[in-house]
Structure formats: C-alpha cells, structure tokens
T-cell receptor
Framework: DQQVKQNSPSLSVQEGRISILNCDYT??????FLWYKKYPAEGPTFLIS?????DKNEDGRFTVFLNKSAKHLSLHIVPSQPGDSAVYFC????????????????FGRGTQLTVWP | DTGVSQNPRHKITKRGQNVTFRCDPI?????LYWYRQTLGQGPEFLTY????????KSRLLSDRFSAERPKGSFSTLEIQRTEQGDSAMYLC??????????????FGAGTRLSVL
C-alpha cells in the first residue's frame, strides 16, 4: 500500500522557470517530511525537510509547502537550473508510534525533473 | 570522506549463492537503516538499528535476509540463497545527533546486486 504518492513520473521545465513537484500522502500519523534528489548511480541526497507543525520551509532556491488538511506537499525550485535535473523523491516519517519516532521513511516513486536550457 | 560508505558498489552473483554487503555510517550517527530500491520505485524500508539493537524489520525482510550491527558502528546485510527477485539497489542510511538534523537520514551510494 503506497502511503506516499508522487503522481507525476516526469516534469520538464525551462531553465530559469519554476519547478513544482507534488506529493500526496494518506497516513495522518506522518509528522516529518523530506525531499531527496537522486542522480543515476548515486544514493539519494537530502534537499529540504519540513515538520508537520509548519506549513512552509525555505532554503535558498528550494521551498517546501505542507498542506496538512489536504495531505499534500510540494517542492518549489526557483529558478530552475540544468543541474537540478534528477529524480526527486518525497519521503515521510511516522510520528510517535510505540516510541519509534526516528524510524523508517516511506518514499514515493519519484518524479524525474528535466531542466532544459 | 565522512559520508555513509557502502561496499561493494556492485555485486554479481549466481542464483543460490550467499552475498554480504557492508555499510559504514557517518561516525557520530547511532541510527542505521537499510532500504532496497528497484527500478521505477522509491526506496523501500528493510530494517533499522539504534546502536546495536535492531528495532524494526519490514515484512520484506524474509528469513533469507539477516542484518547485524555488532558493535553499533558498521552494519552488514546478508542474503542467503539469492533469487533473481533479489536483484536491486541496496541502500544504507544513517542519522543521529541531538539537533533538528537528527531527523535527516543520509544515504550511501548503494550496492547494486545482480542475481543471474
């Protein structure tokens, strides 16, 4: 059962424009969300995260928005650069559950972002 | 290099053989995780250690899979009697500390297993 869903397998954006990657989740127990970027033949690299007590977190060109009522988060990249071309994974962690607050992450299937010049 | 290190990077084996992978986490991290990733999927959780204690195991971790972290530092993942369905990228991650960064899992480059 896929508890974290990335419904767009791919996104193509022109350099300099905004990239918006979307993620939906089903488990209301998730309390922490992360975005990872992955290049071929490498492991996922952490980008940005957000706690469920916030609705926005910003780090340079990257901003993550969280809408808890809709169980939806999005990653905005402004401006997009060709080096941003990669697969982006949304991940979520379940909150206090048998004391396991720092346990497993649940991942979406990823969105391939292509930024063209 | 102070990141998560995984060895080997690639492993090709014949069906029925046993394989073992190693993960060295970031040195100050007390939590270590194993995930598996197949083509077109996101990483799927296998198991998780806090220090040397194995705290959680996924149903994906059949009895042919065993993971250890004997001294709370490096970890090994062994697959016995490999099957073609075990072919995947095996990822290790670690986390730790007391600041907000404790929430972040840092990944190694992975070990790609091909079972012929």
């Amino acid at each position: 059962d896929q508890q974290v869903k990335q419904n767009s397998p791919s996104l193509s954006v022109q350099e300099g424009r905004i990239s918006i990657l979307n993620c939906d989740y089903t488990n209301s127990m998730f309390d922490y969300f992360l975005w990872y970027k992955k290049y071929p033949a490498e492991g996922p690299t952490f980008l940005i995260s957000i706690s469920s007590i916030k609705d926005k977190n910003e780090d340079g060109r990257f901003t993550v928005f969280l809408n808890k009522s809709a169980k939806h988060l999005s990653l905005h990249i402004v401006p997009s650069q060709p080096g941003d071309s990669a697969v982006y994974f949304c991940a979520a962690r379940r909150g206090s559950d048998r004391g396991s607050t720092l346990g497993r992450l649940y991942f979406g299937r990823g969105t391939q972002l292509t930024v063209w010049p | 290099d102070t990141g998560v290190s995984q060895n080997p990077r690639h492993k090709i084996t014949k069906r029925g053989q046993n394989v073992t992978f190693r993960c060295d986490p970031i040195s100050e991290h007390n939590r270590l995780y194993w995930y598996r990733q197949t083509l077109g999927q996101g990483p799927e959780f296998l198991t998780y250690f806090q220090n040397e204690a194995q705290l959680e195991k996924s149903r994906l971790l059949s009895d042919r899979f065993s993971a250890e972290r004997p001294k709370g530092s490096f970890s090994t993942l062994e697959i016995q009697r490999t099957e073609q369905g075990d072919s995947a990228m095996y990822l290790c991650a670690s986390s730790g500390g007391v600041t907000v960064a404790k929430n972040i899992q840092y990944f190694g480059a992975g070990t790609r297993l091909s079972v012929l």
